[in-house]
């Protein structure tokens, strides 16, 4: 299951350069053949959909075909079940917008501090509607009782949120912040069994699986979720997003975004009035195939097994660097270890003694003139809000993101770089 790199990167023309792209959480290379599709449906198909004339039958055959392409990487049931969208944030305030009737007064939303796009369309609805929101904390890891900012979701700290009254629970896959990834099934299954005892109304989960995807397979069947999403532009395809919305969360628990005359109370149409880009959303069939193609089985189980292994070369050199640097005053923000429940998302920031802000530590990489890493809260407002002790939000944590086309030679870039700006 070992990756070969040097195909990998070839499907990327980006990386011909010689750029180190390190700021992959915010954004992922495009596949070549994506942008080639793009071009394709432009110029050779670019007409309505749904007329009976030919050029638009296969123009509504492509289109299809994309949303075949994110069924099949959200391991949906249907492609009725999935929505196309120009971004995460407004898919999930679409999502919002459609549920407002059947949420009612008084009960309660449970979201987390992770990227706004999973809270901020929620404290929203809950305004609207005289619900109450519920913030599901990051909390100390105990393996790390040292490092104040080792943080993650656990589930001890979700369970006393749970009551008679929790109609949503929002929380994310996999952390942009802190990199560690979140055990969906064993979060969906255990607030269930509360929920039935506490004879619940209705529970529904959405789960921001934005920075998951591009390093785990999802699997929505599995989790027995409801509602997820993720956008294309962090898996190697062009910038738009896509949201699964169970078959029976559609039909009884979403009211109609599109125009009134149009029937589409089981259509994913529901919550997307005006419909997608439908050159990016053909475009987006060239990534399965490509996730496929990266082991000799040609299957997605295989193809993420494989990503994971590899991304354990890169993370764990990286981490291990940032941990021998504690006596600088590094901490690392979040699970200091790596494993297979890591991805090679890595945050940090430099206090102590002699105090680095973390503007200044990308500056280093900045000057370099080949590399790109970033600074900030990355949309994990609260996240980074509530750390102890505090840290400045204009300043945020350095964030260094890699994935599957990354190498370890890069990682050792990365890393003599970091040693001249901690000097």
């Not at 699970?335 to 802000?357: H, L, M, Q």
């Amino acid at each position: 299951m070992t990756l070969d790199t040097n195909a990998v990167r070839s499907a990327f023309p980006a990386l011909t350069s010689g750029y180190l792209f390190a700021d992959n959480a915010g954004g992922s290379q495009c596949l070549a053949d994506v942008v080639t599709r793009i071009s394709d449906y432009l110029l050779n198909t670019n007409v309505q959909l749904g007329a009976d004339y030919s050029i638009s039958v296969s123009s509504t055959n492509r289109v299809s075909s994309g949303a075949e392409a994110a069924r099949e990487l959200f391991n949906a049931d249907s492609v009725d079940e999935i929505a196309y969208g120009s971004s995460s944030t407004m898919l999930v305030e679409n999502l919002a917008r459609a549920i407002e009737a059947d949420v009612q007064e008084g009960e309660e939303i449970i979201v987390t501090g992770e990227h706004e796009s999973n809270a901020g369309p929620w404290k929203k609805l809950a305004a609207r509607k005289g619900a109450v929101i519920k913030t599901w904390h990051a909390t100390q890891l105990p393996q790390y009782p040292d490092n104040p900012y080792a943080v993650g979701l656990q589930l001890d700290a979700l369970v006393p949120l749970i009551s008679s009254k929790t109609r949503l629970v929002a929380f994310t896959g996999c952390s942009n912040i802190l990199g560690s990834i979140v055990p969906v099934k064993d979060i969906v299954t255990a607030a269930r069994a509360l929920a039935a005892e506490y004879g619940v109304r209705k529970l529904e989960f959405c789960v921001d699986c934005v920075a998951y995807a591009p390093h785990r397979q999802v699997d929505v069947r599995n989790w027995d979720v409801e509602y997820c999403y993720f956008s294309f532009y962090k898996v190697y395809g062009p910038h738009t997003s896509v949201l699964y919305a169970r078959a029976t969360s559609l039909q009884n628990s979403l009211s109609s975004l599109a125009h009134h005359f149009l029937k589409v109370d089981n259509k994913p149409y529901k919550l997307q009035p005006g419909g997608p880009g439908y050159e990016l959303v053909y475009s987006c069939t060239s990534v399965p195939p490509y996730i496929r193609s990266l082991t000799s089985e040609g299957t997605l189980e295989a193809a993420w097994a494989a990503v994971a292994q590899h991304e354990q070369s890169l993370v764990t050199p990286l981490l291990a660097y940032l941990r021998s640097k504690a006596p600088r005053g590094v901490r690392i923000v979040g699970d200091e270890g790596a494993g297979i429940t890591r991805v090679p998302t890595v945050s940090f920031v430099v206090g102590g003694e002699k105090p680095i802000r973390s503007p200044d530590v990308v500056k280093a990489f900045d000057a370099k003139g080949n590399v790109g890493i970033r600074y900030g809260h990355f949309y994990a407002y609260t996240l980074v809000d509530t750390l102890s002790p505090k840290i400045n939000l204009d300043d945020g944590v350095v964030r260094i993101s890699l994935v599957h086309y990354n190498t370890v030679e890069e990682v050792e870039r990365i890393i003599a770089t970091l040693e001249e700006a901690l000097a």
